[in-house]
């Protein structure tokens, strides 16, 4: 994330021909990029974050920048040191 810089989206030119027949341009949507950042390492200059869509970063603290409407914070408890991914993919899970 942090060396390449990803805009994780989907990118109708690229997808094969089938593809783009049951997917017309006009109605691409961008999924959900969710990205854990338990650091708060990526900042709002990303490109990630300047996509259209939504993207979720899973953190282990708040982060007292101002971010774009499209970006949610889900806080996640650590476990052993680390984000715990159990109660992550739990809050996943709930959400709609």
Do not use: C
Not at 9 to 23: A, H, I, M, P
């Amino acid at each position: 994330m942090l060396a390449d810089d990803p805009a994780l989206t989907v990118r109708w030119s690229e997808l094969d021909e089938q593809t783009q027949g049951l997917y017309p341009q006009h109605n691409l949507r961008q999924p959900v990029r969710i990205v854990i950042d338990s650091q708060n390492r990526v900042t709002p200059e990303h490109r990630i974050v300047q996509q259209p869509g939504e993207t979720w970063f899973a953190r282990t603290q708040e982060d007292s920048r101002e971010w774009p409407e499209t970006v949610r914070t889900l806080l996640i408890p650590e476990h052993k040191g680390h984000l715990d991914l159990v109660v992550l993919m739990m809050q996943l899970g709930k959400q709609q």
